[in-house]
């Protein structure tokens, strides 16, 4: 949010995260388990695909 890529809950560029867990935890705003909080686009979980 410092530098702009995030302003009023948007995100406005790019933004390059070290984990699926560290990027769930911003959008969702809490601690978060991103291997099973992302989904394909077919509704399996990162966890459930093997990435």
Do not use: P, Y
């Not at 530098?3 to 995100?11: E, L, M, P, Q, R």
């Amino acid at each position: 949010m410092d530098d702009g890529t995030i302003a009023d809950g948007v995100f406005t560029k790019d933004c390059v995260f070290t984990s699926v867990s560290a990027a769930a935890a911003v959008v969702l705003g809490r601690s978060s388990n991103g291997r099973t909080e992302w989904k394909t686009l077919d509704g399996q979980t990162i966890a459930q695909s093997g990435h």
